[in-house]
């Protein structure tokens, strides 16, 4: 039973969110600079996608996907051109 603590850490999660999204931080620095909806909205799919634990690769996938949208907010230049409005036809995609 290799996952057992973290099925307990998972479930103690399920059952306040909150807790998991005050931690975050701690365990991964990076998420400091996601927006407080933001840090919900993710502790919320962690905590959805560590239900079962045996599937590392999504999880993998999760973090790798929110690391990237912490840089973006990171850079406020960056993160307005991506939240920006696109506008006209920049042709076809090759």
Do not use: C, K, N
């Amino acid at each position: 039973m290799p996952y057992t603590p973290a099925r307990l850490l998972a479930e103690i999660a399920r059952r306040d969110p909150q807790v998991v999204a005050e931690l975050l931080p701690r365990a991964l620095p990076w998420v400091r600079f996601l927006p407080a909806s933001a840090v919900r909205e993710f502790a919320e799919e962690l905590v959805t996608t560590s239900g079962d634990f045996g599937d590392m690769p999504a999880l993998s996938v999760l973090l790798s996907a929110w690391r990237h949208t912490a840089e973006a907010h990171s850079d406020p230049e960056l993160h307005a051109v991506l939240a920006g409005e696109t506008s006209g036809d920049y042709g076809p995609v090759s």
